[in-house]
């Protein structure tokens, strides 16, 4: 997802406004290549069900990352 300067100051600029929603996240570079994301998504579910609001998912997910990167 990219986002032109214009945009993202205007986004930013009516933050509050009903009119924007939602959260824009940054493009960044994956420190995993093909193989290693493949891995991942095949043990680690975001849609998962969890009794904690995605944390668990999240610790998880962190837990792989610390060893393998």
């Not at 009119?19 to 290549?33: K, M, R, Y």
């Not at 609001?53 to 997910?61: N, Q």
């Amino acid at each position: 997802m990219r986002i032109s300067q214009h945009r993202l100051g205007s986004a930013l600029d009516h933050a509050e406004s009903e009119q924007q929603s939602g959260v824009i996240v940054p493009e960044f570079s994956s420190p995993l290549n093909d193989h290693e994301m493949t891995d991942l998504r095949a043990v680690v579910d975001p849609r998962a069900p969890s009794d904690s609001y995605g944390r668990d998912i999240f610790l998880s997910l962190y837990s792989i990352l610390s060893m393998n990167c």
